[in-house]
C-alpha cells in the first residue's frame, strides 16, 4: 500500500455537499492508481470502511495567461469520489453545520 496515492482532498461547495448529503468524499489522487489502490490507501489512512469508489479524469486544459496572453498547458488530473458505508465519516473536512 502507498500512502502516496492520495494526493490531496478536493474541497469545494460541491464536495462539502456530497459529503454532507451521501457520505462521498472527494480526493485528487496519482494518475497510475487503480480503484482498488486508492480503497486501500483511504482505508489505511483514515481508518474507515469504503463502499464505492467512481474516478474522473479531467483532461488537460488550455489557459490563457500572462501580460502577452500566451497559452499555457495544464497536465491531467485525476480525482476520486469515495463513498463511505454508513455511520463512518472522515474528520479532515470540517461538515458540521453549526
Do not use: H
Not at 469545494?12 to 472527494?26: F, M, W
Not at 488530473?77 to 453545520?97: H, N, P, R, Y
Request: glycine share 4%; no cysteine.
Amino acid at each position: 500500500m502507498n500512502p502516496y496515492i492520495v494526493v490531496k482532498p478536493v474541497i469545494t461547495e460541491k464536495s462539502l455537499r456530497l459529503a454532507n448529503t451521501d457520505n462521498t468524499y472527494v480526493f485528487e489522487v496519482q494518475m497510475t492508481s487503480n480503484k482498488n489502490q486508492i480503497k486501500e490507501a483511504i482505508e489505511k489512512l483514515f481508518e474507515v470502511k469504503v463502499e464505492r469508489i467512481r474516478t474522473i479524469v479531467n483532461q488537460r486544459e488550455l489557459k490563457r495567461t500572462g501580460k502577452k496572453r500566451m497559452m499555457v498547458k495544464f497536465g491531467k488530473t485525476k480525482k476520486a469520489l469515495v463513498t463511505l458505508k454508513s455511520g463512518q465519516s472522515i474528520d479532515l473536512f470540517d461538515i458540521s453545520e453549526e
